[in-house]
């Protein structure tokens, strides 16, 4: 069920109006039984295997309250790094095994063929990643310590299964959602200000996707799918920023949507996002961009293996290890794994600069661009390995991106994606500099439904069919 289907918008009205009219005690069932619902939607088979993973990191950390043993909490952790292993990287694990000694039955291709045909290939849960991620931090916090409150099993189900924020994130801490889940009995009716800004969140996240992302989508397939070879070296350059903007455009929807939709049930929804194209370097292109899983793999990989706080050649060793596990968690691929390896040497380069006395945001503006141009230089050539359809393709591509070659007319529907780039840097004006735009609320009387009127009407004219979020496939 996607976010902009008008199967869920019926599902949401529905799951609102029963909410609000319920007595306060029976919400948290409502709500679990709607985003159990939702998620079955999806896969009704994994629906299981998600209330298997909550149940059994439940019992388990209860087991651990009472009983103080570390083994406890360590099998725990080993049996959901298991769990998302088996799923997610088994043929990548045994691709790599035939590659090393040469078994071409154990190549991902023929091995998932043959289980194919005879009825058992593994299929990857929707939302593994996120899940994982998001019930592992809860287990993780207690046993640190740094989450003492007591929580009953439909409360921490909840934790997990909220709808709006399950398939893709954010990915919120105990901390963050866990308190509201508590507090949802005495919840009000969300204020005229918090509707229009969820309305808002709502009107963005719908506009990003269907006439943004998806557009742009249908643009870049020539580039996806095609010989890089086909192309001038400066159209790569641009077809890889369009593949960024893209994303940004798909993803910050979704984070929209889920923060529009949980504000309207009454619950706050971190921001995911923070203009990252507007970035400084790479390592504040971290900053900007997906925050809640950068704050996950520094709280819980980085900062746990020394962080910066070890001698400096093992800091630099913490970040490659750091985002090889980052680029593992998106996919499971050879393109990923480099991708991450290669963001973890690019964080390095530019914190052993740092440690030397260059600056990361110089005081003149010549030093500014210039710094905003060896950022890109570096960083968008890399970004090939994130979205490429293997590493023949990404080398080619690469390859091709420095070759100075500028022969060639930009396919029929370039200009799409020259607009759909202005359209995210527009939203990303409003990422930046949100007190701009703060005096336009008190027109938001009519903004609104001619903001909505038009989304609609634009709806009509342009958006094609729906499409899955990017994100879904981790």
């Not at 985003?35 to 998600?50: D, Q, R």
């Not at 963001?343 to 052993?352: N, P, Q, V």
């Not at 440690?355 to 950022?375: F, K, M, T, Y």
């Not at 991106?401 to 780039?421: K, V």
Request: glycine content about 8%; overall charge neutral; some cysteine.
């Amino acid at each position: 069920m996607l976010f902009v289907t008008q199967e869920f918008l019926l599902f949401f009205i529905v799951v609102a109006l029963v909410y609000w009219l319920v007595p306060g005690r029976f919400r948290m069932y409502w709500l679990i039984l709607s985003s159990l619902f939702f998620y079955a939607t999806w896969s009704f088979t994994f629906t299981f295997h998600l209330l298997f993973v909550v149940g059994v990191n439940y019992v388990a950390m209860e087991l651990y309250k009472i009983h103080r043993k570390k083994w406890i909490f360590v099998a725990l952790q080993i049996g959901n790094v298991a769990n998302i292993g088996v799923f997610k990287y088994y043929y990548l694990i045994l691709d790599f095994v035939g590659l090393m000694f040469g078994l071409d039955w154990m190549r991902e291709e023929s091995l998932r063929l043959q289980d194919r045909l005879q009825g058992h290939e593994i299929m990857l849960p929707l939302a593994i990643s996120f899940y994982t991620f998001q019930i592992m931090s809860y287990g993780i916090d207690i046993y640190r310590g740094q989450y003492t409150q007591q929580h009953t099993f439909r409360e921490v189900l909840l934790f997990k299964s909220f709808f709006p924020q399950l398939i893709a994130g954010p990915i919120m801490r105990s901390s963050e959602l866990l308190p509201q889940i508590q507090k949802m009995d005495a919840f009000s009716v969300p204020t005229a200000e918090q509707t229009e800004r969820a309305t808002w969140l709502i009107i963005a996240g719908i506009t990003k996707k269907m006439l943004i992302a998806d557009q742009m989508t249908g643009a870049l397939i020539p580039f996806l799918t095609g010989s890089p070879a086909d192309f001038p070296s400066h159209l790569i350059w641009i077809y890889t920023l369009g593949c960024l903007a893209m994303l940004y455009a798909d993803f910050s929807a979704y984070t929209d949507l889920a923060r529009g939709t949980g504000l309207l049930l009454g619950f706050e929804i971190p921001i995911n996002f923070k203009a990252p194209l507007f970035m400084h370097s790479i390592s504040d292109f971290w900053r900007r961009w997906h925050l809640t899983f950068s704050r996950w793999i520094r709280d819980y990989i980085y900062i746990p293996l020394g962080g910066s706080h070890v001698p400096e050649y093992r800091n630099y060793i913490n970040l490659v290890i750091t985002f090889f596990i980052g680029g593992l968690w998106h996919g499971a691929s050879y393109t990923f794994v480099l991708w991450g390896i290669l963001t973890g040497l690019m964080l390095s380069a530019e914190s052993f600069a740092f440690r030397r006395g260059w600056q990361e945001w110089p005081d003149s503006w010549h030093g500014r661009a210039l710094r905003v141009a060896i950022s890109y230089l570096i960083f968008i050539p890399s970004t090939l390995f994130f979205f490429g359809k293997g590493l023949d393709w990404c080398l080619e591509a690469f390859l091709q991106m420095f070759s100075f070659d500028f022969a060639g007319a930009p396919p029929e529907n370039f200009s799409t994606l020259g607009y759909g780039i202005l359209a995210v840097l527009f939203f990303h004006l409003i990422d930046e500099w949100p007190e701009k735009f703060k005096a336009l609320r008190k027109y938001d009387r009519w903004l609104l439904p001619v903001g909505g009127l038009a989304l609609i009407l634009a709806m009509t004219q342009f958006a094609g069919p729906g499409k899955d979020f990017f994100y879904f496939q981790f």
